[in-house]
């Protein structure tokens, strides 16, 4: 999935899959609890996968899942 929107900064781009986590950007924004993407990455790990993230503030994001087949 990829999107044009604010990014998220190289700092940010370690703990964004922690549950709770909610960056800068999130936190201004009043939806959400911020385990979107812990749920993600634990459904992706449980099936063998991973979940990636490429991003850099200003130029939006792209998330890839990989899970095994077979």
């Known amino acids: 999935m990829s999107d044009t929107g604010a990014g998220i ?3 940010e781009q370690g703990v964004i899959f922690t549950p709770f986590y909610r960056g800068d950007q999130g936190r201004r924004i009043k939806q959400g609890m911020g385990l979107g993407l812990s749920i993600a990455r634990d ?3 449980a099936h063998g996968g991973r979940i990636q993230v490429e991003s850099a503030p200003g130029q939006g ?3 890839t899942l990989w899970i095994p087949i077979g």
């Open 9 to 11: 900064p190289v700092e």
């Open 43 to 45: 459904l992706a790990v």
């Open 61 to 63: 994001s792209q998330f």
